[in-house]
């Protein structure tokens, strides 16, 4: 069986980044640039005032408290009409222009106003650049401001608005078509009968989504030789495949031949995990092609650990794994060494550390397990125990709401 580290490397290696198009920035969230973008505006275009207060030459009140005669007031969205010299202050308000002369900003709170506003006490000392908003401290016109491969979220949108951006160049959205197979499955919308729901299908499609791919759902294949392969040759033509069930030993798993006739390259079969050992990877040309296992949580979690960062990947993210995060275990775990473990498991915060909680169940048809699930605590495939306290890494999983 192949190492689960092993095989999200060798998908990564085999897993392309789509073409460039321009798109909306509204429609690029999710996607990472596929060109760096310069910065057509300096941003601030102007030093101003972090804070409602006084602009002041921070020279002149370093002996505080002193008196200053103020000037002028200015608020945001106009400019100063004059300078200040030593002694003065000009009252300003936050997101204001700071006027020529001043280098520091003192808060209201630290001043009091005399003589109707005509004169200010300063009660603290600054130094120069306190409480001031620099020119070009966002960005400055002609510079790089977003990095090739920059993944574009919503502070990504807002500072590309800012400078008056509204296309980028992204990776197209890749897509995926999705299928399962087995007589016993129904598709929702159906009367079940004696069989039961397709659940797999709609729920990746819907994992597809929200990482930011289009998904298909082409249907349900009988256990059939022939109908597996009729649903795969509809197949052609996507960036990205995922069927679920049919890739294990049994005598009417036919998933790995249909795919093998279809022309795939099968690059392993079967992982050291629990959940969803009967895992395929293959490629054709440079579309990717995934055999998830039947079982509702298995498919979840391969989803996840696997075929998430491939779509990541395909957006143009550099770093397309799901980063792990330190967390220490709740409860004692015990399992025999040989597989890697992802337990589904929630997290509480206690002593500034977050406290893993694996599920009651973790049984691969259970998908009310699921629906409480925000990690996967990963149980190496090594190791036989771990006591309560013990490190542990935790994966976030997408599919939480």
Same mark, same amino acid.
């Given at each position: 069986?192949?190492?689960?580290?092993?095989?999200?490397? /060798?998908?990564?290696?085999?897993?392309?980044?789509?073409?460039?198009?321009?798109?909306?920035?509204?429609?690029?969230?999710?996607?990472?640039?596929?060109?760096?973008?310069?910065?057509?505006?300096?941003?601030?275009? /102007?030093?101003?005032?972090?804070?409602?207060?006084?602009?002041?030459?921070?020279?002149?009140?370093?002996?505080?408290? =002193?008196?200053?005669? =103020?000037?002028?007031?200015?608020?945001?969205?106009?400019?100063?009409?004059?300078?200040?010299?030593?002694?003065?202050?000009?009252?300003?308000?936050?997101?204001?222009?700071?006027?020529?002369?001043? &280098?520091?900003? =003192?808060?209201?709170?630290?001043?009091?106003?005399? &003589?109707?506003?005509?004169?200010?006490?300063?009660?603290?000392?600054?130094?120069?650049?306190?409480?001031?908003? $620099?020119?070009?401290?966002?960005?400055?016109?002609?510079?790089?401001?977003? $990095?090739?491969?920059?993944?574009?979220?919503?502070?990504?949108?807002?500072?590309?608005?800012?400078?008056?951006?509204?296309?980028?160049?992204?990776?197209?959205?890749?897509?995926?078509?999705?299928?399962?197979?087995?007589?016993?499955?129904?598709?929702?919308?159906?009367?079940?009968? &004696?069989?039961?729901?397709?659940?797999?299908?709609?729920?990746?499609?819907?994992?597809?989504?929200?990482?930011?791919?289009?998904?298909?759902?082409?249907?349900?294949?009988?256990?059939?030789?022939?109908?597996?392969?009729?649903?795969?040759?509809?197949?052609?033509?996507?960036?990205?495949?995922?069927?679920?069930?049919?890739?294990?030993?049994?005598?009417?798993? @036919?998933?790995?031949?249909?795919?093998?006739?279809?022309?795939?390259?099968?690059?392993?079969?079967?992982?050291?995990?629990?959940?969803?050992?009967?895992?395929?990877?293959?490629?054709?040309?440079?579309?990717?092609? @995934?055999?998830?296992?039947?079982?509702?949580?298995?498919?979840?979690?391969?989803?996840?650990? @696997?075929?998430?960062?491939?779509?990541?990947?395909?957006?143009?993210?550099?770093?397309?794994?799901?980063?792990? =995060?330190?967390?220490?275990?709740?409860?004692?775990?015990?399992?025999?060494?040989?597989?890697?473990?992802?337990?589904?498991?929630?997290?509480?915060?206690?002593?500034?550390?977050? /406290?893993?909680?694996?599920?009651?169940?973790?049984?691969?048809?259970?998908?009310?397990?699921?629906?409480?699930?925000?990690?996967?605590?990963?149980?190496?495939?090594?190791?036989?125990?771990?006591?309560?306290? &013990?490190?542990?890494?935790?994966?976030?999983?997408? /599919?939480?709401?």
């Amino acid at each position: 069986m192949t190492d689960a580290d092993d095989a999200q490397r /060798w998908i990564l290696e085999k897993t392309p980044t789509l073409s460039a198009q321009t798109v909306p920035v509204a429609d690029a969230l999710g996607r990472a640039l596929a060109a760096e973008v310069v910065a057509e505006r300096t941003l601030p275009p /102007w030093d101003n005032s972090a804070m409602d207060g006084y602009a002041v030459r921070s020279a002149d009140v370093s002996g505080a408290p =002193v008196t200053l005669k =103020v000037v002028e007031t200015v608020y945001a969205g106009q400019m100063p009409k004059r300078a200040i010299g030593p002694g003065e202050a000009t009252r300003v308000m936050t997101g204001a222009p700071l006027p020529p002369g001043a &280098d520091a900003v =003192v808060m209201q709170e630290k001043t009091r106003a005399l &003589d109707d506003g005509a004169r200010v006490e300063i009660h603290e000392a600054v130094t120069a650049g306190t409480f001031v908003r $620099p020119k070009g401290g966002d960005a400055r016109q002609g510079a790089v401001l977003l $990095p090739l491969g920059t993944p574009i979220g919503i502070p990504e949108a807002a500072l590309l608005y800012a400078q008056g951006i509204g296309e980028v160049p992204v990776p197209r959205r890749p897509k995926v078509a999705l299928l399962s197979t087995g007589d016993e499955l129904c598709r929702y919308d159906e009367a079940p009968g &004696d069989r039961i729901v397709d659940t797999n299908a709609p729920a990746l499609a819907l994992a597809v989504k929200r990482a930011g791919g289009e998904p298909t759902i082409l249907g349900i294949a009988r256990d059939d030789p022939a109908e597996v392969r009729a649903l795969f040759e509809r197949t052609r033509g996507f960036d990205l495949v995922l069927s679920s069930a049919g890739v294990s030993v049994g005598e009417r798993d @036919f998933v790995r031949d249909a795919l093998e006739a279809l022309g795939v390259q099968v690059h392993f079969w079967k992982v050291a995990i629990k959940p969803g050992k009967p895992l395929l990877f293959g490629t054709l040309g440079s579309a990717l092609y @995934f055999g998830l296992p039947g079982n509702p949580a298995s498919s979840l979690v391969t989803f996840e650990v @696997f075929v998430l960062p491939a779509l990541r990947r395909m957006l143009g993210h550099q770093q397309a794994l799901t980063p792990r =995060v330190p967390g220490r275990v709740a409860v004692a775990q015990h399992k025999p060494a040989g597989l890697t473990h992802f337990l589904r498991a929630t997290v509480e915060v206690r002593d500034g550390a977050l /406290w893993a909680k694996p599920l009651p169940t973790q049984l691969s048809g259970s998908l009310r397990s699921t629906t409480r699930a925000t990690h996967l605590m990963v149980f190496p495939k090594d190791a036989t125990r771990l006591e309560p306290g &013990d490190p542990v890494e935790l994966i976030p999983v997408s /599919w939480a709401a």
